[in-house]
T-cell receptor, first 116, second 114 residues
Framework: GAVVSQHPSRVICKSGTSVKIECRSL??????MFWYRQFPKQSLMLMAT?????????EQGVEKDKFLINHASLTLSTLTVTSAHPEDSSFYIC????????????FGNGTRLTVT | AQSVTQLGSHVSVSEGALVLLRCNYS??????LFWYVQYPNQGLQLLLK??????LVKGINGFEAEFKKSETSFHLTKPSAHMSDAAEYFC????????????FGKGTLLTVNP
């Protein structure tokens, strides 16, 4: 089945630094990828929709200058958390799916970000 | 806009007992519905999906779900719980429009007691 690879699985960084998270679709091309954030014991919150070759679409309340998304190819999207603060500590998950509308999304294994 | 309500944030069953996780949806157009499972510190794994074909959908690990339009429900069941089923379960809806976004329920934590 479709596989989405997310890297790194865990990262610890200091406040004020930037962190990049990669999301790759391994066996299909993804014109659209999605980035979610999940707080402990809560559901997934959609942050943004990453569109290959164009600007990402951010959900209301998500700072686009803080969470930079780049989708430079049909198999790779990156999320960069800029000038990270402790409140950015969270579990970030990407997802993607084949370009058939009724196909399900497949998820990466997530990245646990801890900002100290 | 579509939405999903999962009744019960925590369900506890004994090993071998029936598992029933409830999901009700709201959508202005025929929906596509999904159940995902999440194990600790991992991403989501697709259990099953409903995409307007058969109303009874069979998934992996012995789970199945039935789409009931009249009740706007898509409850997840498994006849006999196993210890390895303990996880968080999310119901999600994708509407029939042109966007690919999923809307998730708040999740149900399933615990299985020996």
């Amino acid at each position: 089945g479709a596989v989405v690879s997310q890297h790194p699985s865990r990262v610890i960084c200091k406040s004020g630094t930037s962190v990049k998270i990669e999301c790759r679709s391994l066996d299909f091309q993804a014109t659209t990828m999605f980035w979610y954030r999940q707080f402990p014991k809560q559901s997934l919150m959609l942050m943004a929709t990453s569109n290959e070759g164009s600007k990402a679409t951010y959900e209301q309340g998500v700072e686009k200058d803080k969470f930079l998304i780049n989708h430079a190819s049909l198999t790779l999207s990156t999320l960069t958390v800029t000038s990270a603060h402790p409140e950015d500590s969270s579990f970030y998950i990407c997802s993607a799916g084949p370009s058939s509308y009724n196909s399900p999304l497949h998820f990466g294994n997530g990245t646990r970000l801890t900002v100290t | 806009a579509q939405s999903v309500t999962q009744l019960g944030s925590h369900v506890s069953v004994s090993e071998g007992a029936l598992v029933l996780l409830r999901c009700n949806y709201s959508s202005s157009v025929p929906p596509y519905l999904f159940w995902y499972v999440q194990y600790p510190n991992q991403g989501l794994q697709l259990l099953l999906k409903y995409t307007s074909a058969a109303t009874l959908v069979k998934g992996i690990n012995g789970f199945e779900a039935e789409f009931k339009k009249s009740e706007t429900s898509f409850h997840l069941t498994k006849p006999s719980a196993h210890m390895s089923d303990a996880a968080e379960y999310f119901c999600a809806v994708k509407d029939g429009g042109s966007n690919y976004k999923l809307t998730f329920g708040k999740g149900t934590l399933l615990t299985v007691n020996p």
